[in-house]
């Protein structure tokens, strides 16, 4: 298991807009992680006092950021998230959800410049959302 800080260390988001909590597992094409942060009114995302459901992507995003830092070899590279398919919200908002949000990412595909996952989102023991994810890995620098 991960710690928020540890998280932080991997991936480019910082501060606040680290947005997981921690790694719950993860192998060489799952992660699991937990967010807490959905409830807080100084949650760098919300607009008007609402997280709007559509965040749970960025949540995603980090989760899958994580992965390919732990899957990653010595040359791990940032990614940019290219495509978001399939994407289906169950919930308006996730600020009014009770407890943690559990982020499933598992990776479906990937080569030296792409990656594809899947990723849902629970919360409460409901599916909040779920889609597909295209990441393009920026190039190494020469």
């Known amino acids: 298991m991960l710690s928020h800080d540890a998280i932080a260390a991997l991936i480019p988001h910082q501060g606040a807009m680290c947005l997981l909590d921690r790694v719950v597992s993860y192998d060489d094409h799952t992660i699991t992680c937990v967010a807490i942060n959905h409830h807080d009114a100084s949650h760098p995302l919300r607009e008007d006092g609402v997280l709007p459901a559509i965040c749970g992507v960025e949540y995603a995003a980090q989760a899958m950021a ?77």
Do not use: C, K
């Open 66 to 142: 994580v992965h390919g830092a732990l899957m990653g070899s010595e040359d791990v590279r940032p990614g940019v998230l290219a495509a978001v398919r399939d994407l289906t919200l169950n919930v308006d908002r996730l600020d009014d959800l009770r407890g943690e949000l559990t982020i499933d990412a598992q990776r479906l595909w990937g080569d030296q410049t792409r990656l594809l996952y899947e990723f849902r989102i629970q919360a409460a023991g409901g599916e909040v959302l779920r889609g597909r994810a295209a990441v393009v890995l920026t190039q190494a620098s020469a």
